[in-house]
């Protein structure tokens, strides 16, 4: 089972709720970032070109628990930066757990071992390692040698504890889909509940943008990757959104299904664009003009974004909104496979170069 039957009816009695008191617009995930500093420079990552003062601040637990209360989303995701480096992330994640929220803690699990200690096993809480693919490959991509060995070390023992353990792969233009196959196979047989999958997007912060894919080049991708799937593959995400992915389903973007409360407030209008800021989340969803976001606006800066903090969301409503998506969604689990004779050819001929990304000098904050 890719993710747990408690959190999947608490996601299913979310939806239901709200589209029976007729709220058309409710977030699904709350994206909690406590700080921004991580102790990697990802060339796919801008969130450390931060100034310093900005890089050392943190969201105080109490910052924490008055944005997710106010949101009312029943799972929270922690990005950064690197939440394993905030002094208080177990006193954060302890409250959260206390108010009964899914939460993924999303780290590059540098200092999973060390800080491990921190935390107790719940059917709450998941380490959501990210891994951009295999060990040459995930070091170049984190700018970082050893890093994968490192991050499979912090897996082990996380899982030999006990604890929910998915991992989190970003892939840019560039990437082998063999080589991410065999990837697959890799996680699995560390005994990780599942993975999770998203395209690579350009925002304006990100050093690296001459490597992020367009539509149809993510759909080529995705089909190559996920069709054709080994037996023991388990992905921790909805099936229709991969299914997106690999240009089997459209969807318009859902931007606030998945709303980010950072160190500047209420982010405008997802976790990828920065228009600006609101105060409360109430102001974020009256004040946002929602019609100029997801591909489907004309937005130039939304034209190649097919990434599952919009798009997710939309795939889990069909699930929970309409019979057809509910169908799909036991259709999709039942039979997973996705037997495609065009893409296993496709994965016979030459693979292209897998280090898409630029180097960048690791930095330390």
């Not at 930066?81 to 999303?106: D, F, N, S, T, W």
Request: hydrophobic share 35%; glycine share 8%; charged share 20%.
């Amino acid at each position: 089972m890719p993710i747990p039957i408690s959190q999947m009816w608490t996601v299913a009695t979310y939806v239901l709720k709200q589209r029976l008191s007729g709220r058309k617009q409710y977030p699904l995930v709350l994206m909690l970032e406590p700080l921004f500093r991580c102790n990697l420079a990802c060339a796919g990552c801008g969130k450390i070109q931060y100034p310093a003062h900005i890089l050392k601040k943190n969201l105080s637990p109490e910052d924490c628990f008055r944005a997710v209360d106010e949101c009312g989303a029943p799972m929270v995701s922690i990005p950064g930066g690197e939440p394993l480096m905030h002094p208080q992330i177990a006193e954060i994640v302890a409250g959260l757990v206390k108010r009964g929220k899914y939460i993924y803690l999303c780290t590059n699990a540098l200092l999973l071992k060390e800080k491990i200690d921190q935390f107790t096993p719940s059917k709450y809480l998941t380490f959501s390692v990210h891994m951009d693919g295999e060990r040459e490959h995930h070091d170049f991509s984190v700018c970082k040698e050893g890093g994968y060995d490192v991050a499979v070390e912090g897996i082990r023992e996380a899982v030999k504890r006990g604890f929910r353990v998915t991992t989190n792969t970003t892939l840019f233009d560039g990437a082998d889909p063999n080589s991410v196959r065999s990837f697959f196979g890799e996680m699995m047989n560390l005994g990780v509940e599942g993975m999770m999958l998203s395209p690579g997007y350009s925002y304006d912060k990100a050093p690296d943008q001459q490597h992020f894919l367009g539509k149809d080049r993510t759909r080529d991708l995705f089909r190559k990757i996920l069709s054709n799937r080994a037996p023991n593959w388990v992905f921790n995400q909805s099936p229709l959104f991969l299914e997106y992915l690999m240009g089997d389903r459209e969807y318009a973007c859902t931007p606030w299904g998945m709303p980010t409360y950072n160190l500047f407030g209420w982010q405008k209008p997802c976790y990828l664009l920065q228009d600006g800021y609101a105060d409360t989340f109430a102001e974020l969803m009256e004040s946002t003009e929602w019609h100029r976001y997801g591909t489907e606006s004309g937005n130039p800066k939304c034209s190649n974004c097919m990434v599952h903090s919009g798009y997710e969301a939309s795939a889990v409503h069909d699930t929970f909104g309409s019979l057809k998506g509910f169908l799909g969604t036991v259709r999709a689990t039942l039979s997973s496979r996705y037997r495609d004779r065009q893409a296993l050819e496709a994965l016979k001929l030459p693979a292209k170069p897998s280090h898409a990304l630029v180097q960048i000098e690791e930095v330390q904050v």
